[in-house]
């Protein structure tokens, strides 16, 4: 006799209820999904003990007359599709007939039911996938599915529950999910008989991600249509972030979609804006053709599959990128959201400060020098220090020669712009009396990311990297596993501009990046790129350019330099001129703005 048997219908449908099932959060959100589908306008979850005891969900919607009530819990019955090509348009949350009969294989399940069309309301009951009864029973219109004793005959899954807590918080993760992308749904959430979430419906997606997430004071909104798709995109400054991901979330018609692609698209858009490790908040609402997408590949459609998900993921980056460059580059101060972050606070009392003092002494600041009565014959030419461009290799502007348009108008965003001072040998502080504002630019961090934007261009947008040849080639004596490190990123060292030979003990540089000016240290670079390359950051371009950055911050004007107002506006322009000087390479904010009312409600003025 052959060793292979059919397995029994027991066995067959306990495993696929498994598939579908694999805990409490999984039948709340089949549940949610069912009532989604039956166009409720509320539904309450209510919990006990995390799910292990009772799982009960609430609708307003369509409910289901006696002879659905008999059917709903059967394998592949379903009101949604009905052939194979319906697959293709699928608008519905569920289209498998399977949620109900695999939660009423594994549980002991009550459904009491009533459409609004009908004078009376049935229970039915159905234990681990057998019938027990089907009764008339006094009920609202809409359904409420109770689940008992989840996976009392499956021993092995009961056994693998979690904590009450643990599994209620995936519970609550579940419904927050799914109630995103419906603000028009009120949602309450309930466990041991105490309201967790209380989210009543509004028309804003906004509004709803808000009174979820109560921490997230502002986002800004970019909405684009391509052809086959629209994007909606929440997204945050690159300078407010957080330590992980969790508020990078996708959801694709209506759906909340698990995506690496995704999460690879919002990092490339804010790539060089935030720091390493800090993720910024974005809520991505994708509506886009049912044929170009597959939901069908995941038991609990987790994730999906894109027709096109390069466009996708293009279409992604250039919506947040267009995004970021279109809303306000620099962070404002205003009167209503003065939720100061520590570095801000710093700010804010450095200001009050400074103004208590320049209030009582009544008299200007040392180096004060307002750029109108600076000796220059033409100001509006002249005032660009050569020697400190050249200095701290900038990219350096030839005003004196060209007179574009261009130009003119970057002088012309300048020259609103009076220089004060400097507070605190870091600080500087420029007003535009036109406008009613106050700036204040870090000089260090500005700096930072002028060195680094510079670099970043050069790297990023000249492929070809340049190298510079070494007049005299330098001998840099090195351990075995630098050595090594260098012989295995060759390529990558080369496609950087270095141009490296390998001897006994020591290496020979004969050329190095033009990046690297005169200031960046060769040997010390090698010996930081190749550390870091062991401590195990991953060799790439990329990186290597951090590292790069890192260090052409330490050469940076460190805070507490004295700078020449000649350099205060010369970082003014250069910061005016490049698109995203407003967070240093590391994220901190570099520049703040702020307007005369908020000073005067500094001051109780207001
Ligand atoms: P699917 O959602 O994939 O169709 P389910 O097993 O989840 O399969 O549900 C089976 C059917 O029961 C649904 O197609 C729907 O007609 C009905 N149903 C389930 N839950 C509800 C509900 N809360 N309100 C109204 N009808 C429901
Ligand atoms: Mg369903």
Redesign the pocket.
């Known amino acids: 006799m052959g060793k292979i048997q059919l397995l029994d219908e027991n066995v067959i449908s306990k495993i696929s209820a498994g598939e579908v099932i694999d805990g409490p959060y999984s039948v709340v959100r089949?549940?949610i999904?069912?009532?989604i589908?039956?166009k409720?306008t509320k539904i309450i979850v209510n919990i006990i003990e995390g799910g292990k005891k009772l799982i009960e969900?609430i609708?307003n919607?369509?409910?289901?007359d006696k002879e659905?009530l008999e059917?709903?819990?059967l394998r592949h019955?379903?009101?949604?599709?009905r052939t194979i090509e319906d697959l293709y348009k699928i608008t519905?949350?569920?289209?498998?007939?399977?949620?109900?009969?695999?939660?009423s294989e594994v549980s002991e399940v009550e459904?009491i039911?009533k459409?609004a069309n009908q004078e009376e309301g049935y229970k039915i009951t159905i234990n681990g996938g057998k019938f027990i009864s089907l009764t008339p029973h006094p009920s609202q219109d809409?359904?409420i599915?109770r689940v008992k004793n989840l996976f009392f005959n499956l021993p092995v899954r009961k056994n693998f529950l979690r904590s009450e807590t643990t599994e209620f918080r995936n519970i609550f993760d579940v419904v927050i999910k799914k109630s995103i992308p419906f603000p028009e749904i009120h949602f309450e959430i309930i466990h041991n008989l105490k309201k967790e979430i209380i989210l009543p419906k509004t028309n804003s997606l906004l509004e709803r991600i808000k009174n979820i997430y109560p921490e997230i004071k502002e986002l800004n909104y970019i909405r684009k249509t391509y052809d086959e798709m629209e994007i909606e995109i929440f997204f945050s400054k690159p300078s407010i972030n957080r330590p992980t991901r969790n508020l990078q979330q996708l959801f694709v018609n209506k759906r909340y979609v698990e995506s690496k692609t995704f999460l690879t698209a919002v990092s490339n858009a804010y790539s060089n804006l935030v720091p390493k490790g800090s993720y910024p908040i974005v809520f991505c609402f994708i509506t886009i053709d049912p044929s170009l997408i597959d939901v069908n590949i995941h038991p609990a459609k987790k994730e999906i599959k894109f027709k096109n998900e390069g466009k996708l993921f293009h279409y992604i980056i250039q919506s947040i990128k267009e995004g970021i460059e279109t809303t306000s580059q620099i962070i404002t101060l205003e009167e209503d959201n003065l939720k100061f972050n520590e570095f801000e606070k710093q700010i804010k009392r450095s200001i009050e400060e400074f103004l208590i003092k320049k209030r009582e002494v009544e008299e200007k600041p040392q180096h004060y020098k307002a750029f109108d009565q600076l000796p220059l014959q033409n100001p509006k030419t002249n005032y660009v220090d050569k020697t400190f461009s050249q200095k701290y290799s900038l990219p350096q502007n030839n005003y004196q020669q060209s007179n574009t348009n261009q130009n003119l108008t970057q002088l012309e965003k300048v020259n609103k712009w009076n220089f004060i001072g400097t507070i605190f040998n870091t600080y500087l502080l420029f007003e535009n009396s036109e406008e009613e504002k106050v700036l204040i630019i870090d000089q260090h961090a500005i700096h930072e990311k002028l060195i680094y934007s510079k670099l970043y261009k050069e790297i990023l947008e000249n492929k070809n990297l340049q190298k510079q040849i070494l007049l005299s080639p330098l001998h840099i004596e090195l351990s075995k596993d630098f050595q090594t490190i260098i012989k295995d990123n060759y390529t990558l060292f080369n496609q950087l501009g270095f141009e490296i030979e390998l001897n006994e003990n020591k290496i020979t540089v004969k050329a190095i990046p033009t990046f690297f000016g005169k200031d960046i240290p060769i040997e010390d670079s090698i010996i930081e790129i190749c550390e870091k390359i062991k401590e195990g950051i991953e060799p790439s371009i990329e990186n290597i350019l951090e590292i790069v950055a890192t260090i052409s911050c330490r050469k940076a004007i460190k805070g507490g330099e004295k700078i020449t107002s000649f350099e205060a506006f010369s970082l003014l322009e250069e910061s005016l001129n490049s698109k995203d000087s407003f967070a240093c390479p590391h994220g901190r904010p570099s520049m703040i703005i702020f307007d005369k009312k908020t000073l005067e409600s500094l001051f109780l003025r207001r």
Request: net charge negative.
């Open positions: 089949e549940l999904d069912n009532s589908d039956a409720s969900v609708d919607g369509e409910g289901m659905d059917k709903c819990y019955s379903t009101s949604k599709i519905t949350m569920g289209f498998r007939g399977e949620a109900l009969a695999s939660i459904i039911s459409p809409g359904t599915v």
